[in-house]
Nanobody, 127 residues
Framework: QVQLVESGGGLVQAGDSLRLSCAVS????????MGWFRQAPGKEREFVAA????????YHADSVKGRFTISRGNAKNTVYLQMNSLKPEDTAVYYC????????????????????WGQGTQVTVSS
């Protein structure tokens, strides 16, 4: 079993930055590809970013490309999401997820690709 715990959310103003963290425990962290998703009120959960387990290849949704950066610290069993130039439309609950299978472009955005999920952390961006 794998446990994921997100932290770092909060209330910020447009243009500010936040760094989300997701601590992973229970299994060998480097064996998992990792992703970040978000869900705004009344909307579907959507893909934000992913990073592969081996080469650390990253993928970012078009809506956050150039503003958000996913990274992983294997020594700390943690995946990060650095969010810069935040906008009110970034307001959502952010979830991290772990995938035991290899991540690649065709499947990174699929919720069913991921085996484990955290409980989420709220990010609110005021205008």
């Amino acid at each position: 079993q794998v446990q994921l715990v997100e932290s770092g959310g909060g209330l910020v103003q447009a243009g500010d930055s936040l760094r989300l963290s997701c601590a992973v425990s229970g299994r060998t962290f480097r064996n998992y590809g990792m992703g970040w998703f978000r869900q705004a009120p009344g909307k579907e959960r959507e893909f934000v970013a992913a990073i592969t387990r081996s080469r650390g290849t990253t993928y970012h949704a078009d809506s956050v490309k150039g503003r958000f950066t996913i990274s992983r610290g294997n020594a700390k069993n943690t995946v990060y999401l650095q969010m810069n130039s935040l906008k009110p439309e970034d307001t959502a609950v952010y979830y991290c997820a772990a995938a035991s299978n290899t991540l690649y472009l065709a499947i990174i955005a699929g919720i069913g690709t991921y085996d484990y999920w955290g409980q989420g952390t709220q990010v609110t961006v005021s205008s």
